[in-house]
């Protein structure tokens, strides 16, 4: 099943499991449509991509990429039951709010952050597990939550007090450094994130699904610290852009693994 329409059918299953069986057919044909609609994107942009490269072999193979990042926003889901921890990524920040050189003084959390520990909570109200958590939401869990459990995933502080924040994939690689890959993660993260976030944590080999049912944050902050995650639309292009470029690289190592 497609990545945009899991959390449609783990609604559907829901609800086809208490309302009459008319309800769970119409539920059924209406996954139906959504599938014969995306194939005819699919035929619709080969044919395009056809045309345009003039190849047709090419636009078999590179379709499927460019509908996959720009078509597909969400992520393969689980239940929360079925998690063994969750993994959350923050987005965005604020610029300190006592001022100071950003570069030696931490941003704060910032609002959207707050929203994805609330998030958190709910979840832990439904499966008390560990959280390995981005400062930024880690510090709502401690301070407002006062949740256990909770691994702060802390940005990197040299000698001379400058910071690095750490990337999606350098905050995967510190779960992983910090408890390995066995059970299952639920990934938490913004909305327009999220995919993105279970592929990378797939990508450092964790078996890893967002949770059915959890509500992503998905207002933006036009006070982030991040230009790029002020507005919708600059960010999807950035998220495009992370995409496209772990897919690069994937692509160059099958095709040529020995370089």
């Known amino acids: 099943m497609d990545r945009r329409r899991f959390f449609t059918a783990a609604a559907a299953t829901t609800a086809a ?27 619709l942009m080969i044919d395009a991509l056809s045309r345009e490269l003039e190849d047709p072999a090419t636009a078999a193979v590179v379709e499927p ?5 720009g078509f597909s926003w969400h992520p393969p889901v689980i239940a929360v039951d079925n998690i063994d921890y969750i993994v959350a990524y923050a987005f965005g920040n604020r610029a300190p709010a006592g001022g100071g050189d950003p570069a ?22 439904q499966k008390n597990v560990p959280v390995f958590a981005q400062w930024e939401i880690a510090r709502f869990l401690e301070n407002k939550y006062g949740m256990d459990r909770v691994t702060s995933i802390e940005p990197v502080i040299a000698a001379d007090g400058t910071i690095t924040y750490l990337s999606t994939d350098g ?30 944590t797939r990508d450092r080999g ?30 999807l ?16 190592m099958a095709a040529y693994p020995h370089g």
């Open 104 to 125: 030696k003084v931490l941003y704060e959390p910032g609002p959207v952050n707050e929203a994805l520990a609330d998030t958190i909570a709910a979840m832990r109200k």
């Open 237 to 252: 292009l950035h998220d495009m852009y992370a995409q496209f470029a772990v897919l690069r690289q994937k692509a160059i």
């Open 171 to 200: 905050v995967a690689a510190q779960v992983v450094a910090l408890r390995g890959t066995s059970g299952t993660a639920g990934v938490v993260g913004f909305r327009d994130h999220v995919k993105r976030c279970v592929q990378t």
């Open 65 to 69: 990429h460019i509908q996959d990042v």
């Open 17 to 43: 499991a208490s309302l009459p069986l008319l309800t769970a057919g119409a539920a059924e044909a209406s996954l139906a449509a959504d599938a014969a609609q995306e194939q005819k994107l699919t035929r």
């Open 206 to 235: 964790m078996t890893a699904f967002a949770p059915a049912g959890a509500e992503m944050p998905g207002d933006y902050d036009l006070q982030s610290g991040q230009p790029w995650t002020r507005r919708r639309d600059l960010y």
